[in-house]
């Protein structure tokens, strides 16, 4: 599940850079797009901040899955040395 918000995350980064560029880039070079520089970075910007968003989200779910796999790993071992050996 978290492999989905990594790949989210380096999507929306990539498109942010592809946008902060595009407000480098003179308006001549831009026939029919926006040559307003300022639209180019606020939409960077937020797509850089939705990137990191996802990133966040990512990195916190592989860890609650961690834990969430130790725990029952734990819980395991526990019960199988209550049990004791068999045999």
Same mark, same amino acid.
């Given at each position: 599940?978290?492999?989905?918000f990594? /790949?989210?995350?380096?999507?929306?980064?990539?498109?942010?850079?592809?946008?902060?560029?595009?407000?480098?880039?003179?308006?001549? #070079?831009?026939?029919?797009?926006?040559?307003?520089?300022?639209?180019? &970075?606020?939409?960077?910007?937020f797509?850089?901040? #939705?990137?990191?968003?996802?990133?966040? /989200?990512?990195v916190?779910?592989?860890?609650?899955?961690?834990?969430?796999r130790?725990?029952?790993?734990?819980?395991?071992?526990? &019960?199988?040395?209550? &049990?004791?050996?068999?045999?």
């Amino acid at each position: 599940m978290s492999r989905n918000f990594y /790949i989210l995350a380096a999507a929306l980064v990539l498109f942010a850079a592809v946008s902060a560029g595009m407000a480098l880039v003179p308006s001549s #070079f831009q026939p029919g797009l926006p040559t307003n520089g300022s639209l180019w &970075r606020t939409v960077a910007l937020f797509l850089l901040l #939705f990137g990191l968003l996802s990133a966040l /989200i990512g990195v916190m779910s592989h860890l609650f899955e961690q834990v969430d796999r130790r725990s029952e790993e734990a819980r395991l071992a526990a &019960r199988s040395k209550r &049990r004791g050996p068999r045999g």
